[in-house]
C-alpha cells in the first residue's frame, strides 16, 4: 500500500481534525498532516511557497469538507480550479461529508481532481480504502 | 423508547488515544453550542444551522451518537421550516445531550469531579 506523505485536512471542526489526524497516522506513521479550517485558508496554504525549499505544498491527498464558514467546499473546488488548471497526477481530493445529498455528490464530480466522496465519520478502515482506491 | 449509549466504540480507537483526544471534543461542543445559543436568540437561523451541523460531524467522530443525533435534529426542524415551538424543543434536546454526555465523559471516562454548570 501506497504510504501517504502529506495529507491536506480541510474542517471547520478541531475535534474532527485531531480525530482524522489520528486514523490517519494509524495507517501512514510519518505522514505530514497540515489542517486548515476553511476553503479560504486550504488555498492560502497551497499557494504559500514552503520556506526551506521555496517549493510550494503539493499534498497527496486533501480531506475536504462541504459545509465550512467563509469559503466552503464548493468554493475552495472552484478557485482550486482555476488556481491549479493542472492539478499533479498524485494529488488526489476526497470529500469528507455528512452530507447525504445527492445533488452534493454530483455537483463535486464536476471537478477533475475530486476521487471520492465519503461519508464522515472517517475511519481506519476508510483511509485503507482511499488509498487503495484513489492511489 | 431506549437511548443510544452515550459513545459507541471506535475500531481502532484505544482507550488512552480516547480519553487524550477527548477534551478537544467537549471544548468545542461547548463553544459551538453556546454559538448556536446566541444565533436561536438573535434569530439568525444560518447560524444555527452551522453550529448545529458541526456539532453533528465533530460527535460523529466521536461515536458520540446522543449529541449527533441531537444536532442533526436541529437541522432537520431548520430544513422543515418547522415551528418556533420545535425548534426550540429540539435545541433543548440538544441541550440534554450535551450535558449528560459531558457528565458522562468526565464521570465515567476522565475520573474527574463534574463540575456544575
Not at chain 1, 37 to 45: I, P, Q
Not at chain 1, 104 to 130: C, M, N, S, W
Not at chain 2, 29 to 40: A, N
Request: aromatic share 6%; glycine share 4%.
Amino acid at each position: 500500500m501506497k504510504q501517504l506523505k502529506h495529507v491536506l485536512l480541510v474542517d471547520d471542526s478541531d475535534a474532527t481534525n485531531a480525530m482524522n489526524s489520528y486514523f490517519l497516522r494509524r495507517v501512514h506513521a510519518d505522514a505530514d498532516i497540515h489542517v486548515a479550517k476553511n476553503g479560504r485558508d486550504a488555498l492560502k496554504y497551497l499557494q504559500t511557497p514552503n520556506e526551506n525549499t521555496g517549493k510550494l505544498p503539493n499534498p497527496d491527498l486533501i480531506l475536504l469538507d462541504l459545509k465550512m464558514p467563509v469559503l466552503d467546499g464548493f468554493g475552495f473546488l472552484e478557485q482550486h480550479q482555476e488556481l491549479f488548471p493542472i492539478v499533479p497526477k498524485e494529488q488526489v481530493i476526497v470529500v469528507l461529508s455528512t452530507s447525504m445529498n445527492e445533488e452534493d455528490k454530483k455537483e463535486v464530480a464536476r471537478y477533475k481532481p475530486v476521487q471520492g466522496f465519503l461519508h464522515k465519520p472517517l475511519t481506519v478502515r476508510k483511509v485503507e480504502e482511499i488509498v487503495t482506491n484513489y492511489f | 423508547m431506549e437511548q443510544p449509549p452515550f459513545f459507541v466504540k471506535i475500531k481502532y480507537l484505544d482507550e488512552a488515544s480516547f480519553q487524550k483526544l477527548l477534551p478537544i471534543l467537549l471544548s468545542e461542543l461547548k463553544e459551538s453550542f453556546d454559538q448556536l445559543i446566541i444565533g436561536l436568540k438573535q434569530a439568525n437561523l444560518k447560524q444555527v444551522g452551522m453550529m448545529a451541523h458541526k456539532m453533528k460531524g465533530a460527535a460523529a467522530s466521536f461515536g458520540a451518537v446522543r449529541i449527533s443525533e441531537g444536532a442533526a435534529r436541529v437541522e432537520k426542524v431548520l430544513r422543515e421550516h418547522a415551528s418556533g415551538n420545535e425548534l426550540s424543543k429540539s435545541v433543548e434536546m440538544l441541550q440534554i445531550a450535551l450535558e449528560t454526555t459531558r457528565q458522562y465523559s468526565l464521570k465515567e471516562l476522565m475520573n474527574k469531579d463534574v463540575p456544575d454548570t
